[in-house]
């Protein structure tokens, strides 16, 4: 059973740091692309960071600079260290996976091209 755990969401002020981590298990973790997503009350979800099983990088525009996606194949984890939080940043998180055999590099920050998904983690940054 292909399984996605996230934690390390929380209430932290304007300027402020996190780092959210997802715990996956259930499919062969390496060789997958991996995705933060966000969705804040009344608006649709985006894709925030993805990184490839080759270590491909891509990042929304907004966050450009302030996060950091990253993996750990060992520990079956990846991380996103979220740095100069802003409000606009107030949002669940959810960890994605794309388990099937074959992936498309152009759409890592797509939602449709997922199909694992974690339950989230809420992030709010006050003003």
């Known amino acids: 059973e292909v399984q996605l755990v996230e934690s390390g969401g929380d209430l932290v002020p304007a300027g402020g740091s996190l780092r959210l981590s997802c715990k996956a298990s259930?499919?062969?973790?390496?060789?997958?692309?991996l995705a933060w997503f966000r969705q804040a009350p009344g608006k649709e979800r985006e894709g925030v960071a993805a990184?490839?099983?080759?270590?491909?990088?891509v990042y929304e525009e907004s966050v450009k600079g302030r996060f950091t996606i990253s993996r750990d194949n060992v520990q079956g984890t990846v991380f996103l260290q979220m740095s100069s939080l802003k409000p606009e940043d107030t949002a669940m998180y959810y960890c994605?996976?794309?388990?099937?055999?074959?992936?498309?590099?152009?759409?890592?920050?797509?939602?449709?091209?997922?199909?694992?998904w974690g339950q989230g983690t809420q992030v709010t940054v006050s003003s």
């Open positions: 990184i490839g099983y080759d270590y491909q990088l």
């Open positions: 259930g499919f062969d973790f390496s060789k997958k692309p």
């Open positions: 994605a996976a794309r388990t099937a055999f074959s992936y498309n590099r152009y759409r890592l920050l797509e939602s449709d091209h997922y199909d694992a």
